[in-house]
């Protein structure tokens, strides 16, 4: 049976969102010269504090709140160390994600030291009357959590915020050079401020959404790497908001299709057909950026043959669970060797700016 279904897509949805929001996030940081790698601090932080007024209050909304308040406050660290005193961004994003998930545990075993697995009652999902009765694609998209569908409605309201306001434009200016930015008399540093601050908040409400909305409790490190997706987002995407949002819903795809494979007996024909359709794109687009390169082009097409033969010939595999697991990663290590190629990187990214210099 092929896991290629109405289902998936609706998971791929709902799995995308964690990866989606920070992203984006991610992308107004890093389009304002801050390379923000503390994007998993910051969702764990989210993540917990969202369980942890959830637990005592009952309202997902102020646990949503709380999430995006905790992603703030890391955030706010950052900025304060990159931005104000100018320290390499890098280390910093690194110190971050030691200090949200250092004190999320911390705070988890202080809280609840003596209850086991502490839950709560998710966040339902909202139908929209007419829209999730359509068949086939209704319910996997008009029957989702309003965190999903505030995640989508984030993508055209970013794309505008960066290209059509003044706020915007400064932004960009501010990743590309500053310099000017600060001579039309717009503080650069404040710019910077209000966009890493921004990547914090939506950073922490995907951390909330993974305990409020998906899964109800909290677990040590559930966020499973996927703030350094949500980096590999940005450079797949090629720092526009288009190519971010496709790659937050292909690893999304790749997350709900490595769910579904963990419990099959062995891999069906319909996944090695379409891997074998990937491996050949690739191969394509590698020729056609650099040329027929017999000892580069050659050895994937070759892959892509192998791999559409083992399906016509009904060849049965079974891949062990834990090669399933790091199918999103994979994923992201292939797209971002196969697809990125040339891209402009924003010239200021992670370099301080002194406005004493000018």
Known sequence: MSPFDAALLGAALALAVPILLPALGELVSQRAGVMNVGLEGMMLFGAFFGFLVVERTGSSWLGLVAGMSGGISLALVMAVLSVTFRADQIVVGVGINLIGAGVAIFLNREVFPDRGQVSIDRMGSIAIPGLSHLPVIGKPLFDQSVVTYLAYLLIPAIAWALYRSRWGLAVRGSGELPEAVETAGINVNIV???????????????????TVVQVGIFIEGMTGGRGFLALAAVVFGKWTPRGTVLAAMLFGAADALQ?????????????????????????????RRRGFVPMKTAPPIIGAVAIAAIAVFGVHLTVPAQLWLALPYLLSLGALAGLVGHARVPSALAEPFDRKAI
């Open 259 to 287: 769910l579904r494979l963990q419990s099959a007996s062995s891999v069906p024909g319909s996944v090695w057909y379409v891997l074998a359709a990937i491996v050949l794109v690739l191969a394509l687009i590698s020729t």
């Open 192 to 210: 910077r401020y209000s966009a890493v601050l921004t990547a914090g908040a939506l950073a922490g409400l995907a951390g909330a959404f993974l």
